[in-house]
Structure formats: structure tokens, C-alpha cells
């Protein structure tokens, strides 16, 4: 509903704006026009409301709130304009001409460092008048955002991370949140109309593996709307990308969607720029793609010592292990479980996409494989009492097995289920078991989940599943998840928004069920006092490449041997070269991966000593944690004495600095009773410290109910013979109704309304 209501109001805010005149400075092109929008042909339900054209931010941008729309008008030169009565609810969103904007990315080992920096104009709002903006951050692959700083002629604003003890200083606001499709959305106050609004904002997202190379993908699609309809604005688009593999293996660059000259090339390492003068902005996302030369596969050893501000002075390392690009390799055996929640949560698209995986799945499996399939929900039911060869005959069968008894029903059970599946596999000593759990939900005993399956894993090496985990919505515990892939030496993902489940689920099967080697060691882990590891188990070499980093204490040696397994179970031994992380944010680069490893140890043990050191490490490295949150500091600034001819010349110095407590956007760890509600993935709840909110919600179903039997108009119309007190009576009703709009909203819903709006 979040994601209809945004776009709704920008389609609202594109409609207001047709009424600004540009006069004489109006540019060339013609100001951009919103889609048409055709009535539909019913008009006595709510039904008939029309669905606006999809709006969902595709890039950085800011938007402008407009409550009251007669405040919306050229800030350069008043015109006329009719007197509107009423307000806007939702708010109006009128996406903001954009006026120049830089990009820059580095990317190092597999994490990529966004910072876009823009100049936005609130050229909807009249020069006397003043609204509060939107600012919209849409991010990439795993995208977390570090920090955002915002400059207007009145105010400047910054966030900062802050520890729970940080809070009793801070307001409590309900701004900052996360929207489908993984867009930050953080509100600014009261900007005056005609003012440039400087906008820098930081993420850092992952770097998508597929096909033997890396791939980045950032959000840079403007919509027409953000170009300039004035004369005399230049209009400057830049581009920065710094790559550097933390390998000193030569990089190939394969595909780019904007035409960047390289500036820089060495070993390891590349740079690009890309700078023009543009009609339009960038239409298409920022994409491209590089791959590291080797075919067999390698490793490499980077060191670095902690700063003088490290919460943990013990020095710091980073392991990574490539597949290589040689496909001429001996394909392991597999025993694959599907663990499938049906619990009523899931129905519709959350199952349906989730079947549609497995499906997919099962026919990429070899005729050697073998494969059973658990659904689970209070109960479980089997496809098999044992694994079945992934013949053709099986995995029809299997899918018409699915197809019947996979409905969506109760509620969820995950330990014996679980208990089952790790019992089914690993038995035969010749193939490498695994185990993929798909759920959308929360249990009570998961504490005793994984006690249960640590128990189970320590008993075997060779022959212990590999867990994989897939969690579903914000209701599950993610942590919890990503303790069990740990514990398996498996791989953990998950969809936020059941759309990205038909692309991030077949994308795990397909990665983890092309293993390259297991059970690999690193030599010198043994020789290191002090060593911790994240994860705290070296998972298995799959199809993309392996990073692991820890701490230690003693000395690496020049050279160190990592070893694996591979699929005709032989040895595979690795030469591996130690080398100084020169000129590599390594803390940076390993940050979130730590903060994740250690957030599920702390939950796991309920230790808070590992929770004060996430805290220290999210200051220090400005990353999220479940325990610290993100501060919004807006400071004000003082009005010179002089009046300028220039709006941003009017204020100068800070003062008044005021901190604002963001909405915690961390994922969170579980909601039990979501589970139990069997609520589906993507439902929020309203907050019961938004009382407006439920009273809007009220109100919206009370006049439902009646709109969708009786209109206004149709209704005077069909009493138009009523006697004298009865007109008076219906006229005063009429004209209450009118305050509420409910005459626009019948303007909406009534096609023999719209004569009359």
C-alpha cells in the first residue's frame, strides 16, 4: 500500500504543477507532461479508482510535499492563479527539477562505495511560501545507507549514528524509512520556495557475481520531469569509477552503459571518468561489468593493523578464493532437500514464486542427483519417504506433487522439519548433501534450532549438509537464518518484497549447487593467537567467489596454504601470497560482513559484550547495527544583517543544532507474533503512537462503505424535487461534505461527476 500511495501522490503532485506558467524563459523543449489517465467505465465502487502510472523512484531525487496547493507557482514570476480550496491528503509529491549531478563509485574486492552528489530547485513553490521536501535514496544489491548531508539557504543537515544511551537527547521522530525496492526515504523541513537544495548522499551495496564476473548496478534513471523547463540553466552530468579487485591479476572490463574513458591502469587496478554537458539526463541505470583473468582457481592474503580509534587492536586479514573461469571440472554429486514453508502466510505470490524456484531448480539438477522435498506448516508433508534420482519421470511427478499439496494453510514448525531433513541426507559418504530452507516467519524455538543442528554437524565433516537459507519479508529472523548457513558452511539471501523472490531465490540454487571445493582450510589460522573469524566457519568455494575476514594476534607468514576438496575428492592445495592492504579500505570493505557475524553470535548467546562491540564498531565505521540507530543533526542558520540578491547569500553561520531520531531501518530479529498472525510479507502494522494514522484509516473505511452506495452528485440530482426544507437540509449536508472533499472524491470514483469538478 506504501508503494500505490507514493506513487499516487506523485501523480498528484504532476497534475498540480500543470498550472505553473514559465513565461518568456520557458526553454525550447516543452515542460514535461504526466500520462493521460482514462476514466474507468464503473463508477459505483471504489473500484473504479484509477491506478496511477507507476512512480517509484529509479534514481536519487527529491521531491516537494505540498499540503496546501496554493502555494504551488513559478517562485521566479507570480502568475495567476486561481484560489484552491482544500488540501492535499496524502500530501502532493512534485519531483524537483535536478540541475547537476556526480557520481562516484569504488569498488573494491566485492563491495562497491556509492556517493552521489546533486543540485535540485524547489521551482514548484512560490518564492513567499515554503514546504517540506522528500529526498528519495533507491540503492543497489544489499544496498546499506552510510550518510547523508543536505545544505538549503536556511538550514543544513547531517546524519550520524548514535548508541541507545545517545537516545534520551535526541527527538523522536517517525521520519527515515526503507520502501519496496530498497529506497531510502528522509524528509526535510520547511525549504523556501525558489532555493537549491545540495544533496550528498553514501551508501555501499554488493557487487553481483554471475558468469565468471563481477557486476555493478546503481540506480541512475531520471524521469523526465527533473530537466529544467527554464532557459539558462547548465545542465552537468559526471561519472567517477574506481575499481580495484584486491588482486594483482589483470582486469578485463566487458559491458558499460555510459561511455567512460579510462584514466588509470595498473595491476589490479582501473579508473574511469565520464563528464558531459546534457540535454536530458541519464535515462538507463549505471551498469558495468569487469572480470578478473584467470581460469584456474587462486586466493590472495591482505593484512592491514588497526587505527589508533579501533575498538579491536588486534590486526586485521581478509581471505578470498576465486572459482576461476575453467568449467572443465568434475561436477559434484548432489543429495538436495527442500525445505518449503506453506504456513497461510505464504499464500499466493510468496508460494507460488517459491514453487516456481524449486521447479526451476530441479530441472538443473544432473540424472545422478537426488532430491526429496519437505512442506512444512504445523505439520509436514513429504514428497518421498527417501531421497529420489532427479530423473525426468521424479521431477514431474514432483511438480505435479507440488502443484496439489502445497497450499498455503496454519502455521509454522520448523524443528522437525529440519530434524527430518538433516536425518535424510549425507548417509552415503559419495555425494555432497544439502539443505535449503525457504521461510517467511519466526519461531519460538530457534535458540534450540541451532543447538540442535550444531550438535548434528559436529558428529561428520565431509558428509554434513550444507544448510542454505532463504528468508521471505521483514518477519523472519534473519539472523537466525544466517547463524543456521553459517553453522552449515552454506549461503544465506533473502527478499524484503515478494517481487525480488522469482530473481534472488533461483540465484542462490544456482550458485550454491555449483560447488567448487569444500571443507577448505587455511594453514596458518592454526599458528595465530587470538584468531576470530567472519564467519566463524570457512564456508564452502561455490560459484562466486569466497571472502572471509578475522582478527588474530602473531604473525602471517610471506606465504600460506589453503586447502579444499574437490568434486573427484582429491586435494586441491593453494599457494596463497600474504600481501599488505595497500591502498585498500579493507575495515571498510569487511564492516558489514563483521557487524552481520557477530549480531548473530550476540543473539545466539544473548552476550552483551558482543553487542557494545557492534555498537563501538557501527561509530566507528559509520555502518548500521541493530544497536546503535541513525541521527538526523539540522542546524539552522543565522540571517545576515544585509539582504542579498542571492537566496543562498542570506544566512551564513549554524546555530540552534537540533538532533532527530531516524526510524531504525536494521532488519531486526524476528516478529513472533507477525507469525503467529500469520501475516503476509510486506503488511505494517500501523504504530500505536499514530493515532492520526488509525483515525485516517477509520474514517477512509467509513466513507468507503458509504461511497460505494450512494455518490453526491447522483444523489442531489435524483432529490432535485425535494420540498423547500428538505433542499435546505441537503444543502447544508452538501456543503459539510464539501470540507471533506468528498465532491473531489466523487470527481474520482463517478464519471457523471466530472462535469462538475
Request: hydrophobic share 35%.
Amino acid at each position: 500500500m506504501a508503494v500505490d500511495n507514493f506513487s499516487r501522490s506523485v501523480h498528484t503532485g504532476l497534475q498540480i504543477c500543470k498550472r505553473i506558467s514559465y513565461g518568456k524563459d520557458k526553454a525550447s523543449m516543452t515542460a514535461p507532461k504526466a500520462p493521460s489517465m482514462k476514466k474507468s467505465s464503473s463508477s459505483s465502487t471504489s473500484s473504479s479508482l484509477r491506478q496511477p502510472e507507476n512512480h517509484l523512484p529509479t534514481a536519487p531525487m527529491v521531491y516537494a510535499v505540498i499540503v496546501d496547493p496554493s502555494i504551488v507557482d513559478n517562485p521566479d514570476i507570480c502568475s495567476y492563479q486561481p484560489y484552491v480550496y482544500g488540501h492535499c491528503d496524502p500530501p502532493a509529491l512534485v519531483p524537483l527539477h535536478m540541475h547537476g549531478v556526480t557520481m562516484e563509485v569504488d569498488c573494491c574486492l566485492d563491495t562497491a562505495f556509492v556517493t552521489v552528489r546533486g543540485t535540485w530547485r524547489l521551482h514548484c513553490v512560490a518564492s513567499s511560501a515554503s514546504c517540506d521536501c522528500k529526498i528519495a535514496i533507491p540503492m543497489g544489491e544489499q544496498g546499506s545507507v552510510l550518510g547523508i548531508e543536505v545544505e538549503t539557504p536556511r538550514r543544513s543537515y547531517s546524519t550520524q549514528f548514535a548508541t541507545a544511551q545517545s537516545e534520551n537527547d535526541v527527538t523522536k521522530t517517525s521520519n527515515g524509512y526503507l520502501m519496496k525496492g530498497n529506497t531510502y526515504m528522509l524528509k526535510i523541513f520547511q525549504v523556501e520556495g525558489g532555493s537549491h537544495i545540495h544533496v550528498n548522499v553514501r551508501w555501499s551495496q554488493k557487487l553481483l557475481y554471475q558468469n565468471n564476473e563481477f557486476c555493478l548496478s546503481v540506480p541512475f534513471t531520471f524521469p523526465v520531469h527533473v530537466v529544467p523547463v527554464v532557459k539558462g540553466y547548465s545542465m552537468k552530468e559526471k561519472v567517477l569509477l574506481n575499481v580495484n579487485s584486491c588482486t594483482d591479476k589483470e582486469i578485463m572490463c566487458n559491458v558499460s552503459t555510459h561511455p567512460l574513458k579510462e584514466t588509470r591502469r595498473q595491476a589490479g587496478e582501473l579508473g574511469f571518468s565520464y563528464e558531459a554537458d546534457v540535454q536530458k539526463w541519464s535515462t538507463q541505470d549505471f551498469y558495468f561489468s569487469f572480470s578478473v583473468c584467470e581460469d584456474d582457481i587462486f586466493a590472495g592474503v591482505l593484512l592491514q593493523s588497526p587505527s589508533l580509534q579501533d575498538c579491536d587492536q588486534r590486526d586485521m586479514f581478509c581471505f578470498y578464493l576465486f572459482p576461476g573461469s575453467n568449467k572443465n571440472t568434475k561436477p559434484w554429486r548432489k543429495e538436495v532437500v527442500f525445505l518449503v514453508d506453506i504456513s497461510a502466510s505464504m499464500q499466493d505470490d510468496p508460494l507460488e514464486r517459491s514453487k516456481g524456484a524449486v521447479i526451476g531448480c530441479l530441472s538443473e539438477l544432473n540424472q545422478q542427483d537426488s532430491f526429496n522435498i519437505i512442506a512444512f506448516n504445523g505439520d509436514i508433508q513429504l514428497f518421498s519417504s527417501s531421497l529420489e534420482l532427479a530423473t525426468n519421470d521424479a521431477i514431474t511427478n514432483a511438480t505435479k506433487w507440488m502443484n496439489t499439496n502445497l497450499i498455503a494453510a496454519g502455521g509454522t514448525n520448523l524443528l522437525i522439519p529440519l530434524k527430518q531433513a538433516l536425518e535424510m541426507v549425507g548417509k552415503t559418504g559419495e555425494s555432497i548433501p544439502f539443505i535449503f530452507l525457504i521461510t517467511d516467519g519466526a519461531v519460538e524455538d530457534e535458540k534450540d534450532i541451532c543447538n540442535m543442528v550444531k550438535d548434528h554437524l559436529m558428529e561428520g565433516e565431509t558428509d554434513c549438509p550444507r544448510i542454505c537459507t532463504f528468508g521471505i519479508g521483514s518477519y523472519c529472523n534473519h539472523y537466525f537464518l544466517q547463524m543456521l548457513a553459517h553453522m552449515g558452511r552454506g549461503c544465506y539471501d533473502a527478499a524484503y518484497d515478494v517481487d525480488s523472490i522469482s530473481e534472488r531465490l533461483p540465484r542462490m540454487f544456482n550458485n550454491a549447487l555449483s560447488p567448487v571445493l569444500t571443507n577448505v582450510t587455511l594453514d596458518a589460522l592454526q599458528n595465530l593467537d587470538s584468531t576470530e573469524l567472519y564467519p566463524f566457519r570457512i564456508p564452502d568455494l561455490f560459484g562466486s567467489p569466497l571472502v572471509v575476514s578475522g582478527r588474530y594476534h602473531g604473525n602471517f607468514p610471506d606465504i600460506v596454504t589453503a586447502r579444499g576438496i574437490r568434486a573427484d575428492l582429491s586435494t586441491c592445495v593453494i599457494d596463497v601470497k600474504v600481501r599488505k592492504a595497500k591502498g585498500i579500505p579493507l575495515d571498510r570493505v569487511c564492516a558489514r560482513r563483521e557487524i552481520d557475524t557477530l549480531t548473530a553470535h550476540a543473539w545466539l548467546y544473548q552476550n552483551t559484550q558482543i553487542e557494545e562491540k557492534i555498537a563501538n564498531m557501527s561509530l566507528q565505521m559509520g555502518v548500521p547495527s541493530e544497536y546503535t540507530c541513525m541521527i538526523l543533526v539540522q542546524s539552522d542558520k543565522i540571517k545576515l544583517a544585509l539582504d542579498s540578491v542571492q537566496l543562498e547569500e542570506k544566512y551564513s553561520k549554524l546555530e540552534n543544532r537540533k538532533m532527530i531520531y531516524l526510524r531504525n531501518i536494521s532488519v531486526g530479529f524476528g516478529n513472533l507474533k507477525a507469525t503467529i498472525d500469520n501475516l503476509p510479507p510486506g503488511i505494517v502494522d500501523l504504530e500505536v503512537n499514530e493515532p492520526a494514522g488509525i483515525m485516517m484509516q477509520a474514517a477512509s473505511s467509513c466513507w468507503g462503505m458509504f461511497l460505494d452506495r450512494c455518490c453526491c452528485m447522483c444523489l442531489i440530482r435524483s432529490c432535485s424535487r425535494m420540498n423547500d426544507q428538505c433542499a435546505i437540509v441537503l444543502t447544508q449536508l452538501c456543503t459539510a461534505l464539501a470540507c471533506f472533499e468528498c465532491l473531489n472524491c466523487c470527481c474520482e470514483l463517478c464519471d457523471c461527476c466530472s462535469d462538475f469538478c
